[in-house]
C-alpha cells in the first residue's frame, strides 16, 4: 500500500502492534484499532512499557489523545 499522505501511513498499521511514545516519556505498545484527524488513538492489548522496553504493566483497551503522541512506530 502506498503512503503518500501521514494518515495513509497510519492506515496501513491499522490492526497492527504498535508504539506509542508520549510527551511525558510513556511508551505504550498495542494494536492499532482505530484514530481520527486529530491522531486521538485506540489501542487494543495495550501495554506500557519503560524506557528500555520492559514490561511495566498491562492496560486493555485505552484511549490516547492526539496531542498527547509524539510518535507512532510499528512494533
Same mark, same amino acid.
Given at each position: 500500500?502506498?503512503? $503518500?499522505?501521514?494518515?495513509d501511513a497510519?492506515?496501513?498499521?491499522r490492526n497492527q502492534r504498535v508504539l506509542v511514545e508520549l510527551k511525558n516519556k510513556l511508551q505504550i505498545?498495542? =494494536?492499532l484499532k482505530?484514530? $481520527?484527524?486529530?491522531?486521538n488513538t485506540v489501542l487494543? $492489548?495495550?501495554e506500557e512499557h519503560d524506557e528500555s522496553g520492559?514490561? =511495566?504493566r498491562k492496560l486493555g483497551t485505552v484511549f490516547i489523545?492526539? $496531542?498527547?503522541?509524539?510518535?507512532i512506530s510499528p512494533a
Open positions: 500500500m502506498e503512503t $503518500d499522505r501521514p494518515l497510519l492506515n496501513a498499521a505498545v498495542g =494494536k482505530a484514530f $481520527d484527524i486529530h491522531i487494543n $492489548d495495550a520492559g514490561l =511495566k489523545r492526539g $496531542d498527547m503522541i509524539v510518535l
